[in-house]
């Protein structure tokens, strides 16, 4: 019987961590000055679009970008910003998305990061299509920058983690046509780049970059923040720059201009600490600039000044 009662308070314990883990992070102390978060995914994270945007706004987070990632998600992102002032939409194919229409899934779901709740994107197990398959998808994307509501061609770029040599040409050949589609509307480019620095930047230097691009989650050493600096490309930095082992993003944030730096959550994903592990959201956005603060060394309200000023002109609101 002792026995059965260890078993079942290891259980409880267990049952209570897991509880922990899931629930949300309490709110952290409101800014002073408002922000925006950059580049966040309200379709991944739980309750209400309406209460999302009300949670944040209480802490100071007043405009939040949902970001595309698939077809579905795109047009999901652009009737979301329409239906709410305090959203600004992007739309793109995910660089892990373009390999999936051209190469096909397996039932698994293949490379997918996450599927959204409520079937909001399409990530399960999908035939190949070809880069005909392709051309169309990104039709249809830019079908949808042409919408008033969306300010941003993204995420797209190059993954080289979840994508092997046998995506990379898809992957390539979506990021050029993203780069035009965001060109042609005169929308800022938002760029996923994991593992891929050296062709991101040259696949921008080949097609030549529009007038506005962003690294979102940024995740680059300090020698390329100079490069991006050089080129006039801002850096979004998420709730990773907070973590123990990120001291080379903190390096990079240090070197780069207060004038091309921006601050997101990329929510429910890189939750900062204390509360790494458990679901993000935008709300938290405050943690995770406070934290740049310290590594900008300038006070909170001078970043969050600068922050805001960037992310409305980025996003031309």
Known sequence: MAKTASTRGGSDKANGGQKEKDAPPPPPEPLRVPVADSHTHLDMQSGTVEEALAKAASVGVTTVVQVGCDLAGSQWAAETAAAHESVWATVALHPNEAPRIVLGTPPSGGQAPQTPRDGRSR?????????????????????????????????TGLDYFRTGPEGMAAQERSF?????????????????????????????????????????CYSG????????????????????????NAQPLRDALAVAPLDLVLVETDAPFLTPVPYRGRPNAPYLIPLTLRAMAEVKNVPEDTLATAVAANTAHVFGY
């Open 123 to 155: 990530l399960g197990a999908r035939e190949p299509g070809g880069d005909d398959a392709l051309d169309a998808a990104l039709e249809r994307i830019a079908a949808l920058a042409a919408l008033p509501q969306v300010r941003g061609v993204g995420e």
């Open 176 to 216: 050029r046509r993203h780069i035009a589609i965001a060109k042609e509307h005169g929308k800022a480019l938002v760029i996923h780049d994991r593992e891929a620095h050296d062709d991101v930047l040259r696949v921008l230097a080949e097609e030549g970059a529009p007038d506005t691009v962003v690294f979102h």
């Open 221 to 244: 050493d300090a020698a390329m923040a100079k490069i991006c600096a050089e080129h006039g490309y801002y850096m979004s930095f998420a709730g990773n720059v907070t973590f123990k």
